[in-house]
């Protein structure tokens, strides 16, 4: 079974507005941690956002927000007032297992912002 | 952030020739890294678990022949690509972990990406 799905390979926002990224997650740990990383096409993968499972709160760094649903396991990505410069893949991960070393990568969402 | 780098950042090569990937941590210690191999429009897939000191943990379905990992200090981690050949060729990514692995917490820091070619 998947570890991380992300249903959509593709998606356009325009300018300004919010989209929100998909991503569900299958594990039987307890204690596991969710996070986001964006891939602009240089390749660079850098660290967005990071929510763990016992975090009642659900995680926001800047313009971007996790929707932490834990019963449904989903920890969906919302960016607010999209920019051009947020054109790039988005992953979502997991760590689980023991040491929590072990990060399962879903397959990505190109996002594409139109001006 | 803190800072992971790789070098070099492309390489070609022949077949049959090894290629050796440094992954470095410019301003903090990695008592552990990671390796992920990316081919074009995919995830990143989790290759090996590089321990300071210690012999590195493999994924499933990964020669550790073929992708032999050094981690001989706590800043440097060395994946070499032994006899490679074109189905080798790919984006190779290192990562580094910070703060304590028992952590789920513990952050994860990606160098930048070394595409290997493979002619």
């Known amino acids: 079974a998947q570890k991380i799905t992300q249903t959509q390979p593709g998606m356009f926002v325009q300018e300004k507005e919010a989209v929100t990224l998909d991503c569900t997650y299958d594990?039987?740990?307890?204690?596991?941690?969710l996070f986001w990383y964006k891939q602009p096409s240089s390749g660079e993968m850098i660290f967005l956002i990071y929510?763990?499972?016992?975090?009642?709160q659900n995680a926001t760094e800047g313009r971007y927000s996790l929707n932490f649903q834990k019963a449904r396991k989903s920890a969906n990505l919302v960016i607010s007032a999209s920019q051009l410069g947020d054109s790039a893949m988005y992953f979502c991960?997991?760590?689980?297992?023991?040491?929590?070393?072990?990060?399962?990568f879903g397959i990505g969402t190109k996002l594409q912002v139109i001006p | 952030g803190a800072v992971v780098s790789q070098h070099p950042s492309w390489v070609i090569c022949k077949s049959g020739t090894s290629v050796k990937i440094e992954c470095r941590s410019l301003?903090?210690?990695?008592?552990?890294m990671f390796w992920y191999r990316q081919f074009p429009k995919q995830s990143l897939m989790l290759m090996a678990t590089?321990?300071?000191?210690?012999?590195?943990?493999?994924e499933q379905g990964v020669e550790k022949d073929k992708f032999l990992i050094n981690h001989a200090s706590l800043t440097l981690s060395t994946l070499t690509v032994t006899s490679a050949h074109p189905e080798d060729s790919s984006f190779y990514i290192c990562?580094?972990?910070?703060?304590?692995?028992?952590?789920?917490?513990?952050?994860?820091?990606f160098g930048p990406g070394t595409r290997l070619t493979v002619t």
């Open positions: 301003d903090f210690q990695a008592t552990t």
């Open positions: 590089s321990n300071e000191g210690s012999k590195a943990t493999y």
């Open positions: 594990t039987s740990d307890q204690s596991y941690g």
């Open positions: 990562s580094a972990l910070v703060g304590s692995g028992g952590r789920a917490r513990g952050e994860q820091y």
């Open positions: 929510q763990g499972s016992y975090d009642e």
């Open positions: 991960a997991m760590r689980e297992g023991r040491g929590y070393q072990k990060v399962t």
